[in-house]
């Protein structure tokens, strides 16, 4: 009853037996994700054929396939743990890649009568990429910034405005090229199949995604205020959170990490096809809520993202080495998903 | 260890009650017996164990150990339907009702009067008025549950848990937000009860009031069992001092106002529906209450200083100048701070910790460099919790899981932490225990002395004529008078508050 004093030496009381049952359960829950992560691992090492499942260029090429989602689910847990949702973000990948890919090739202009009118010039080399890079991002945040303008402004539920956004981003896409683009820079290619001390650009590229948004999230006044608006939007409102400013940094957060995958995922194929990052948010979703973030917001974290998507990476990846049928892999990743949260929920349980 | 009397049969017996969460021992063989047509208080400070006694008696929890017998027989109670259909009914300290839905939707959630397989509404409203007009709510059947305010809303609450006969009932601090007028109100309908042999439970953190009602009385202290006796014979003084473990004396300390310049001046503040046409000024270093019957405006003007509702009129001006207020960040930033009754819903984010909920409207103070610092938000969370003797197993602990006493401290210290000039209290010590409150008063005094601004709301006479320096009576959306400490008295501030019909 008595509240337990701090920095005790030894666990005596039955109230101090219990806290220290109480971080047992805490430390376990946060290693049960690892747990399945290595379960999973060994799993596959055991069953593939010579074990090539833990060959290090196909585990290099485990994370190399998850840095797309990683990438893609950071942002998307931001806006979950707001207690919202965002459909936009497979759309957002492909729009973002068709754009900074045709503005690295053929810049940005239109024609009026005879005039042709440059907005974006098309520079060759790093210049050009680095331009096309820019319009790509921009237009993955424009994106963000408008789900948030319907959300903020307008009142649409999170699910309708980025369900909207969803196909006016991948209509908008196709609009302006139906066909990949292809032809980008070699500087460009590098960003996707690079490679720095043996592991590929993309995994940096995440890491540092992951990184940032870890520290925001948990270390920053943002961040708490990402928990609070989520928790109890009422009580953060009359705490004085500017929850419609808070609303709008996580939508275009979440904007600008699905125009990075989508860059990066040209990169990879060289090309930028306007098809791109079809049901990511899907995959997106799932590593957020493996990773213990709740749907009703409030709680999640960084960290169990980003085991979430590497749980998905692995079962993507083990499952194809299997020669698993990709229908029956769906079957597997969905209960594999369901089992999670079940989980998760049990441990939730006071 | 209940006392040997010649009164009728035990109804309700709990023995060797034992629970505990992770860092918590709530419960630690616990007794509680309760005779048909009986009133038995249950009494202890805040987090002594009360609700978790009342949960594992209404199913909502299990027991660790123990044994529940209900007219002899041993029961078990793993369910709240369980406990339905034993007629255990229990009117929780935290409400239980689901704001989207009706008033008679909610009365007769899961059971609702049907006609040929389909809700008999017609039935349902004539039924839930009935209800609604035996305990005296003013909510009408229709009205959506989120819209009430929180004193509707208990009544609601009791409506619902009389809306099926019960033998045992439960009443978790109903009068925490409930004034004068209602809770006799509520009386007479127990001593009703108590005639047609129901045996209920009566959790309160005002004595008076167990004084008046109850025939026993039940003291937990850190969730063990102290002493069960009849209310005769025990003094408000023993049964602190059983709470506290201890001597306590619990007068309200008062203090004289050393007033200086105008704090908060309101006027000619109007909302359409709610009040009109306020004019009041609180000086620095004054402590100011805002005195009147619930649902006379007051809650609402306060709310509407803070920015949380709009005005159709009027002005507001902090330290003489004028404030423009459109949301509650506008006035936070004009060093108005307003801890709301309403602490589930408005005040707290149940999911986070102590720690997150104390900082959370000043988190800049526990920022350095852009950086959350652990080091200062702990050390603003161990002071409150020290300060406020916040009962909880660690400054990280989810608010949720916390007692509901305890919860309410923590709504004070996230605004105390704010260090604002003008602080609105909308009913500070609601379920807060005695010992508590007068650690509260004094915070209070201190903050006078340091030349802050305190307006309060309250619904408890004897605090209102102990702390104030000067009292505001509203009615009926109205300022209806002003009394100075020296004139006030519980019969004028009623009389002003009811128009004189109801001296
Ligand atoms: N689900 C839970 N998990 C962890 N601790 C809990 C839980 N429920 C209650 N507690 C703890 O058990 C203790 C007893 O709580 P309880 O709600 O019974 O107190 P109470 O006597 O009703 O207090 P109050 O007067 O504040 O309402 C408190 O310390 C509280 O923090
Ligand atoms: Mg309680």
Not at chain 2, 374 to 391: G, M, N, W
Not at chain 2, 440 to 453: F, P, T, V
Request: hydrophobic share 45%; proline share 4%.
């Amino acid at each position: 009853m008595s509240p337990v004093p701090p920095a005790n030496t030894e666990a005596t009381s039955p109230e101090e037996r219990s806290v220290a049952a109480l971080r047992r359960k805490e430390a376990l829950s946060r290693f049960a994700l690892a747990g399945t992560l290595v379960f999973l691992c060994a799993l596959f090492a055991l069953t593939t054929h010579n074990h090539v499942f833990m060959k290090s260029t196909n585990l290099i090429n485990v994370a190399s396939q998850s840095a797309i989602n990683t990438i893609i689910a950071v942002g998307m847990t931001f806006v979950i743990v707001t207690g919202g949702i965002d459909l936009s973000v497979g759309s957002i990948v492909g729009l973002a890649a068709v754009f900074s890919t045709g503005v690295m090739v053929g810049g940005l202009g239109f024609t009026i009568g005879q005039y042709r009118v440059d907005l974006l010039p098309q520079l060759p080399g790093v210049g050009g990429v680095l331009i096309g890079l820019g319009a790509g991002l921009t237009v993955g945040a424009l994106a963000g910034l408008f789900n948030a303008m319907s959300i903020v402004r307008f009142r649409v539920t999170p699910f309708i405005a980025t369900l909207a956004m969803m196909l006016i981003a991948r209509g908008a896409g196709h609009l302006y090229s139906v066909e990949p683009i292809r032809g980008v820079p070699p500087a460009f290619i590098w960003i996707g199949q690079g490679r720095w001390l043996g592991i590929p650009i993309p995994v940096y590229l995440a890491l540092t995604v992951v990184v940032i948004g870890w520290a925001v999230l948990s270390k920053t006044p943002f961040g708490r205020r990402v928990y609070a608006v989520g928790g109890n939007e009422e009580a953060a409102r009359l705490s004085g959170i500017p929850v419609g400013r808070t609303k709008l940094l996580v939508y275009v957060a979440s904007g600008l990490c699905a125009a990075t995958a989508g860059t990066v995922l040209a990169a990879q194929l060289q090309a930028g096809d306007p098809k791109l990052g079809n049901a990511y948010e899907l995959d997106a979703i799932a590593a957020a809520v493996l990773g213990g973030t709740s749907l009703m917001g409030g709680r999640g974290t960084i960290l169990g993202t980003v085991l979430g998507a590497l749980i998905i990476g692995v079962l993507d990846n083990g499952l194809t080495m299997l020669h698993v049928s990709s229908f029956a892999q769906m079957v597997i990743k969905g209960l594999v998903i369901l089992g999670a949260v079940i989980l998760d929920q049990a441990r939730q349980r006071p | 260890m209940a006392p040997a009397t010649e009164s009728p049969a035990a109804l309700l017996e709990m023995r060797g009650i034992e629970k505990s969460y992770p860092g918590v021992r709530a419960l630690d063989g616990v007794d509680l017996t309760v005779r048909e047509g009986e009133v038995a208080a249950l009494v202890g400070e805040n987090g002594a164990g009360k609700s978790t006694l009342i949960k594992i008696l209404a199913g909502a929890q299990h027991m660790d150990r123990g044994e529940i017998r209900l007219g002899g027989a041993p029961v078990r109670v793993d369910s709240p339907s369980d406990a339905m259909e034993l007629g255990i009914r229990v009117i929780y300290q935290e409400f239980n009702l689901v704001p989207q839905l009706t008033v008679m939707e909610n009365i007769f959630l899961g059971r609702e009067p049907t006609k040929a397989g389909l809700v008999d509404f017609r039935r349902m409203e004539a039924e839930c008025a009935g209800l609604l007009d035996r305990v005296g709510a003013e909510a009408r059947p229709r009205d959506l549950v989120g819209r009430l305010s929180v004193a509707q809303q208990q009544l609601v609450e009791i409506a619902k848990a009389l809306s099926q006969d019960a033998r045992i009932l439960v009443l978790d601090e109903p009068s925490a937000t409930l004034t004068e007028r209602e809770l006799d109100r509520l009386f007479g309908l127990i001593r009703d009860l108590r005639d047609h042999g129901v045996g209920m439970i009566y959790i309160s953190h005002r004595l008076e009031e167990i004084f008046e009602i109850a025939d026993t009385v039940t003291v937990l202290r850190d969730g063990a069992h102290v002493i069960t006796a009849p209310t005769s014979s025990l003094t408000r003084e023993d049964i602190i001092r059983h709470m506290v473990g201890r001597e306590l004396k619990d007068h309200i300390p008062s203090t004289t106002a050393h007033t200086a310049g105008e704090a908060l001046r309101v006027e000619g503040l109007t909302r359409r529906g709610h009040f009109h046409d306020v004019n009041f000024v609180v000086r620095e270093g004054e402590i100011v209450a805002l005195a009147g019957l619930v649902g006379s405006g007051r809650t609402e003007v306060a709310r509407a200083i803070f920015g949380a509702d709009p005005v159709d009129a009027g002005r507001i001006l902090v330290s003489g100048q004028e404030a423009r207020i459109a949301s509650p960040r506008d006035s936070i930033s004009h060093g108005i701070g307003l801890a709301t009754e309403d602490r589930k819903s408005q005040g707290l984010v149940l999911g986070l910790g102590v720690s997150a909920n104390v900082t959370l409207a000043d988190l800049r103070a526990i920022s350095r460099r852009g950086l959350l610092s652990r080091t200062l938000e702990s050390r603003a969370a161990d002071e409150y919790i020290d300060q406020l003797k916040i009962r909880t197993p660690s400054r990280a602990q989810l608010v949720r899981l916390l007692s509901g006493g305890n919860q309410q401290k923590v709504v004070l210290a996230k605004w105390l932490f704010t260090d604002s000039k003008v602080l609105i209290l909308d009913e500070p010590t609601r379920g807060i225990d005695v010992g508590t409150k007068t650690e509260i008063y004094s915070l209070m005094n201190d903050l006078c002395d340091r030349g802050k601004a305190i307006l309060m709301i309250s619904s408890e006479l004897p605090e209102i004529l102990g702390v104030a320096h000067r009292i505001y009576v509203m009615r009926e959306g109205a300022l209806v008078g002003e009394l100075a400490r020296e004139d006030a008295t519980q019969e004028r501030i009623m009389d002003l508050a009811t128009g004189g019909s109801n001296g």
